[in-house]
């Protein structure tokens, strides 16, 4: 019996007093449903990870195809449905209907959603292909506005942009008509998606980015890194993962999940199939995630090989026919034998608040919101005064009722009443006069909010 099925028969069997009803404890826990521990999902959960598939909404009237998904997955990723051709077929006519349908049956059955996704060079529609310039720049942001506030509080991350390095070993931007517009379109896409869904995790996605010594690897890697330390916001980044024999799983996987996750991003396996299904390649991918803190959750590219984009490589976890196949079982097997934390906030290290120092250095904190009815968003500036910081730390009570639910760019503790912020990595170093952002969002109202900083 599994450490946290043993807990659970333990604490039922001491509620219950006797050996006749020991025994009839422990007879009806061996007849309840299987739980943690026996599905991907379940068994994800318990190592604080996500385990997911793509979904078409086409599939969702095959009861075969809907078992599987129900009984196995906790989040879901809609394959075509939220691609830019299918929502904005004709420009500014907005077509929801596939996808909500997606999202609908996902969190009605308590899985979370990933967007996929609002800005890429694939899968336009006909309008927005033959576009160029100012009026394609316009008309994608407004696609990304428009998406992400139509799924605002439904989707829980978002692949903004997706594939817009090359290929090949010279770590430049795809040529694109988007990358045509500015090389700023990448930012300029993450910040509309913020500014629309402020609580949805942002993330880069990209192909052929899981070799750690590949050009388009590091060039991924460089441009996360200038988004963080330029506060463009993004949270997040995907490895599609695609294996097969041209672009085998790497030895080196590991190292790039962590040096991403070193960035202070999240790091998401988000398409992942892998030509013939084996079981120890899998099984490597799921420990390599579990070993790495910041990677928080798995996507498998379709549910059965009749369901993948790649049918003919037979490269999922269950047969056509809705068995599960070797790959399954060594990956619920590494789900289960996990033993790594799950990826938590890191705890602020950072000592206890003492009063501001006199005289030229400290910092200052101001902060504006954007309030609706329920929720807010606020962002924090911190201030250096007339000496460079190294480390700073932000003190803000909140209102009664108000509780925070996510936050970027900062570590956190406490989420009511009086709430401590510090920096993370990379951003505690702020020049003397400069100035660093960071964000959280909340529910409730946010009367009377007045943030001191200190430093160190
Ligand atoms: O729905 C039409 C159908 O009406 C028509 O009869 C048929 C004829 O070809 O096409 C159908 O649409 C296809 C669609 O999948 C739905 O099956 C498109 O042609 C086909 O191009 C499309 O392929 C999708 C592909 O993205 C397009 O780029 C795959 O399903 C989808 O799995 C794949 O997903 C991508 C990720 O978004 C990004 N990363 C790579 C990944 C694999 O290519």
Redesign the pocket.
């Known amino acids: 019996m599994r450490r946290a099925q043993w807990k659970a028969a333990s604490r039922a069997a001491i509620a219950l007093t006797g050996v006749g009803a020991l025994a009839a404890g422990m007879a009806m826990l061996l007849a309840a449903p299987a739980a943690a521990g026996t599905t991907l999902g379940a068994s994800a959960a318990e190592q604080g990870r996500y385990f997911g598939a ?1 979904v ?1 909404a ?1 599939k969702l009237s095959d009861s075969a195809y809907t078992t599987i998904l129900n009984r196995e997955f906790n989040s879901v990723t809609p ?2 449905e939220m ?1 830019i051709d299918a929502t904005e077929p004709q420009q500014g006519q907005f077509s929801f209907g596939a996808a909500d349908q997606i999202v609908n049956h996902a969190r009605s059955r308590g899985m979370s959603v990933r967007g ?2 609002l800005a ?1 060079h ?2 336009q529609p006909g309008w927005m292909q033959n576009m160029s310039g100012t009026a394609l720049r316009q008309a994608m942001l407004n696609h990304v506005t428009q998406v992400a506030t139509h799924f605002r509080g439904q989707v829980v991350a978002w ?1 903004v942009v ?2 817009a390095f090359a290929d090949g070993g010279t770590g430049a931007r795809r040529d694109s008509n988007l990358q045509r517009t500015g090389n700023d379109w990448i930012e300029a896409a993450f910040r509309a998606a913020r500014a629309a869904d402020p609580g949805a995790k942002l993330c880069y ?1 990209d ?1 052929n980015t899981d070799d750690w010594t590949h050009a388009k690897t590091q060039a991924v890697y460089t441009m996360v890194r200038d988004f963080k330390q330029r506060g463009v916001p993004i949270d997040c980044v995907g490895l ?1 993962s ?1 294996f097969n024999s041209g672009s085998p799983y790497p030895s080196n996987y590991r190292t790039t999940l962590s040096s991403f996750a070193a960035l202070g991003v999240d790091v998401q396996i ?2 992942l199939d892998i030509e013939g299904a084996s079981a120890a390649t899998y099984r490597s991918v799921v420990q390599d995630c579990l070993a790495v803190a910041r990677c928080n959750g798995i996507t498998v ?2 549910i059965r090989d009749s369901d ?3 049918a003919s490589q037979t490269p999922l976890l269950f047969t056509s026919g809705g068995a599960k196949k070797p790959a399954y079982d060594a990956v619920l097997a590494a789900l289960n034998n996990g033993s790594t934390p799950p990826p938590t906030t890191p705890p602020p290290t950072t000592p206890p608040p003492t009063t501001p120092p006199p005289g030229p250095g400290g910092c200052t904190a101001t902060v504006s919101v954007n309030q609706w009815t329920g929720g807010f968003v606020a962002t924090v500036r911190v201030t250096a005064g007339s000496s460079a910081l190294n480390g700073w730390s932000v003190t803000i009570t909140l209102p009664t009722g108000a509780t925070v639910t996510n936050a970027w760019n900062v570590n956190r503790s406490g989420d009511t009443g009086t709430t401590r912020w510090t920096n993370v990595a990379y951003n505690g170093g702020v020049g003397a006069g400069q100035s660093t952002e960071f964000g959280f969002q909340a529910n409730g109202t946010s009367t009377g909010l007045n943030p001191t900083c200190t430093t160190g």
């Open positions: 793509a078409a086409n394959e075509n691609k996929h996704t890429w694939s899968q692949d997706n594939e996605n192909y599609q695609h988000t398409e590219w379709g993948s984009w790649r």
